[in-house]
């Protein structure tokens, strides 16, 4: 009996000992695998199921030709390949379930990284933000850029008095009277050249005929009336 407790002491001294270890293991394994290990892991395992299920398929296919060829012949074959034809059936089922199962939770697991990742380089971008507005003042901006608009308007008071007339100056509105007599005594120049104005025919033009004076005088008259009646309407 000494022996036997003996040895049930050292097994249970053992195994506290060894799960006293794995403990401090786990501790310093720093709690869990990196989101990339994980998706690591979560895409080897769909690649081991999508072979399986080609080798599945294989297989539903082989024992549908075994049945097949054993339907007349030999029925007991054909049955108990029709049987295994469900079982794997079964199985291809089921991962197929199990893949969908793992495409979310890597999809999930994947988003989760993306979101992470972005509010990290988010925070990185404010720290860097506040670091770079740390050394300046709000005061300071505004006499900056009063002193540029001062600068600016001198800049242009400058340039408008290199460009502006330089000497004498002269009245527009006289200088183009001017021009105009010049053009008009040329002009009367040219006419007496050509030997003065053409003149007027002596010829007596003829008047108009009773009956079209006649008509005018209607037409006024018409004109009126109906000027008369609009006046009343309104």
Known sequence: MSKISKLFKGS?????????????????????????????????????????QDYLEKRIEEEITIAKKNGTKNKRAALQALKRKKRLEQQLTQIDGTLSTIEFQREALENSHTNTEVLKNMGYAAKAMKKVHENLDVDKIDD???????QQDVAQEISNAISGPFGE????????????????QELE???????????VPSIKLPSARPSQRATTKKRVEDEDDMRMLASWAT
Do not use: C, V, W, Y
């Open 12 to 52: 249970s001294s053992s195994s506290s000992s060894s799960s006293s270890k794995s403990k401090h293991h786990r501790s310093r394994g720093g709690g869990g695998p990196s989101p990339q290990e994980a998706i690591h892991k979560l895409r080897e395992t769909e690649e081991m199921l999508t072979k399986k």
């Open 189 to 199: 120049d040219n006419m007496k050249s050509m030997g003065g104005l053409p003149s």
């Open 169 to 184: 100056t002269f009245d527009e509105d006289e200088l183009m009277a001017e021009l105009e007599e010049l053009e008009q």
């Open 144 to 150: 900056l850029m009063q002193d540029i608009t001062e």
